[in-house]
């Protein structure tokens, strides 16, 4: 039902999943995939799950953005369109996935990209490029209303530096 409501002007397309070591976080997300290849949904919403512990530079962010558009496509989502992006610090203003956007609108098909064991990244100082970049994908999800969801997955018992310039920001 949520990813549905991406279609809609007002839908939210941010999301998180939050609980304890080992509630099943990353298990509900490979139930979102998984479901999402079912017959009623395989052409219509698209989950791709990323494990945040492999991210070691800001450029991680966008990688995985670009990988979850690309295999998107080829699953028959959208048009094949050769994605590039032009403006890292707002990525879905560059023409080309702008162009692919469009393209899911016309089909009412949703892509979701989920970045998993999130916690990784704001328990790190050294890790808060990383985080900047998460969050600044974030916003710009968030502000361009079409058919793409970002979700984050993180243990709520895990320890965070109030000195960590995250700490306060993912809070808010």
């Not at 139930?31 to 919403?45: A, C, E, I, T, W």
């Not at 295999?71 to 994605?83: C, M, V």
């Not at 702008?98 to 990784?120: A, I, N």
Request: with cysteine; glycine share 6%; aromatic share 10%.
């Amino acid at each position: 039902n949520f990813l549905s409501t991406a279609k809609s002007e007002n839908g939210s397309r941010v999301f998180a999943i939050t609980g304890n070591s080992g509630l099943g976080k990353s298990s509900l997300i490979a139930k979102l995939r998984d479901r999402s290849r079912n017959q009623h949904y395989r052409k219509k919403y698209f989950v791709y799950a990323v494990d945040i512990r492999g991210a070691r530079s800001p450029a991680y962010i966008l990688s995985a953005l670009i990988t979850c558009l690309r295999e998107a496509q080829s699953n028959g989502f959208g048009d094949t369109i050769d994605l590039n992006l032009t403006d890292p610090s707002t990525p879905l203003n560059s023409p080309s996935i702008q162009k692919y956007l469009d393209s899911l609108d016309k089909s009412g098909q949703v892509v979701c990209l989920v970045f998993d064991q999130f916690e990784e990244l704001y328990s790190k100082t050294e890790l808060f490029g990383i985080f900047k970049a998460a969050k600044d994908l974030m916003l710009d999800v968030a502000g361009c209303k079409r058919n793409i969801v970002l979700g984050f997955a993180w243990k709520t018992d895990s320890t965070t530096q109030q000195d960590h310039p995250a700490y306060h920001m993912w809070h808010e």
